[in-house]
């Protein structure tokens, strides 16, 4: 561990953010209280295969890798060319690029619900596509839904409203301001992994529901038979079903979890891994529903971007090409057992669990009011050592077995640490950061 670690030029930008930008950042997961402020890094000066360099000149192994939209690795060589090679014949076209109509013809090969695709720059305003269209074919206003879905108004309205589980907001520690109160009772949500609290809601809003919209899976697979039961759910209220893969798919499988589980949703939407960090998103569907969008107001330049479309054909080629299915769970799972004998090693209770697009650490504790210091506290000790991780792990293809030791060999240290604190009962003098805090509660496992 280097004794000199400082991130102290990034804190120094984080506070100018604060005078420029309102919440500092674009995104929500990048705000540095979602780490640990004060020890983990906030801004980065470039990036390559599974490592970036900040600000302050620390390397870390990535394992956060965009919030999951690096896929191949940090400026990945085969991709990149080719949108260099792009820019060189024009970044946008006056006129369409035929690129569209090969894109879409590639997505309706690997998806198992495409047929007909739709373009757009971010998986938040797909998603708000998704909705626009179920309810112009439908004709109704009602979304279910299961999941994180984004920030747009259609979306957040459900936080007027309580989550099925908790009694609280949908979205845990985030107020619906800005969000038009007549939207209220628009997006109701329901409980994954629970056939009878949709069939409960679907009945009670029977004929004024436009779709089911959701998350098929984040951490674990699915019980038995429930993306099924869903289905059939939706085929008999006449409900327009969707599957939000914008964080699961690609990684799982390249057409995604509905390719692994074999339950095909009436539409899908996508972005985030699908591009490796160019902009791009999609919403793709049968031709039933996706046709009657044509007559819909749905528009904008920059969907006919040539670099987005340039490099989605690239990644999902080389996802293909590098046989990118084997080789996510060969890394995940070797990860699982090198972080599982990390913790077995310095004497604690817990393990790394989760699908392995995903794994993630979770470390029995006598009281769970400390979770939030222990977390990050590891995040912390993680960071000083050169690792870049949250409690979850997102590979890319750029991952090696050297990584993947090189991780485990310091989660082993930052353990040790955690230990130390808890078996003092001094977490807080080993803290230098400030507490990690949860921006949202996704509803979906």
């Known amino acids: 561990m280097p004794q000199n670690y400082s991130v102290a030029r990034s804190l120094e930008i984080y506070e100018r953010a604060g005078e420029l930008i309102p919440g500092r950042t674009q995104l929500i997961s990048r705000r540095s209280s979602q780490f ?31 919030v999951g939209a690096i896929i191949l690795g940090h400026a990945d060589d085969v991709v990149d060319t080719a949108v260099k090679e792009q820019i060189d014949r024009g970044s946008l076209y006056t006129v369409n690029n035929a690129l569209e109509i090969e894109l879409a013809e590639l997505l309706n090969e690997v998806i198992p619900s495409s047929e007909m695709v739709r373009y757009t720059k971010s998986g938040g305003e797909a998603n708000a596509m998704a909705a626009r269209i179920a309810r112009g074919v439908s004709g109704r206003d009602i979304i279910l839904f299961s999941g994180y879905h984004g920030w747009h108004d259609w979306y957040q309205s459900a936080n ?65 038979g429930y993306l099924e039961g869903v289905k059939a759910l939706a085929k008999a209220h006449d409900v327009i079903l969707i599957f939000d893969e914008v964080s699961c798919g690609w990684r799982l499988r390249i057409g995604g979890a509905q390719e692994l589980v074999g339950a095909t949703p009436d539409m899908t939407v996508l972005a985030k891994a699908m591009s490796n960090g160019y902009p791009m998103g999609a919403v793709v569907g049968s031709r039933d529903v996706m046709q009657p969008a044509a007559q819909m107001f749905i528009s904008s330049s920059y969907w006919s971007d040539n670099l987005g479309l340039v490099a989605t054909l690239v990644t999902i080629r080389e996802l293909q090409r590098r046989d990118s299915a084997k080789r996510f769970e060969e890394i995940g799972e070797t990860l699982r057992i090198a972080l ?106």
């Not at 402020?37 to 965009?66: C, L, T």
């Not at 009945?203 to 089911?212: R, T």
Request: glycine share 6%.
């Open 36 to 66: 640990a402020h004060g020890m983990s890094p906030i801004y980065a000066q470039r990036a390559k295969g599974a490592r970036f360099i900040d600000v302050d000149e620390n390397e870390y192994i990535d394992w956060v890798n965009a």
């Open 160 to 224: 007027y409203l309580v989550d099925p589980e908790s009694g609280e907001f949908p979205f845990a520690g985030i107020e619906p301001i800005g969000v038009p109160k007549v939207l209220a009772g628009t997006a109701l949500p329901f409980v994954w992994g629970n056939l009878e609290s949709l069939e409960t809601l679907l009945k009670e809003h029977a004929g004024s529901v436009a779709a089911i919209m959701m998350e098929p899976l984040r951490s674990e697979m699915p019980p038995q």
């Open 340 to 445: 599982n004998k990390a913790i077995a090693d310095v004497g604690l209770s817990g393990a790394c669990t989760g699908l392995f697009w995903n794994p993630s650490i979770t470390l029995d504790l006598p009281n769970e009011a400390l979770r939030p210091k222990v977390n990050t506290l590891f995040i912390q000790e993680m960071a000083r050592r050169g690792v870049h991780c949250n409690m979850s792990f997102k590979a890319t293809l750029a991952h090696t077995q050297e990584d993947i030791q090189a991780t485990a060999n310091i989660a082993t240290q930052a353990l040790a640490v955690v230990k130390k604190g808890l078996d003092s009962g001094d977490l807080d003098n080993l803290l230098q950061s400030d507490l990690k805090k949860e921006p949202f509660r996704r509803l979906v496992r």
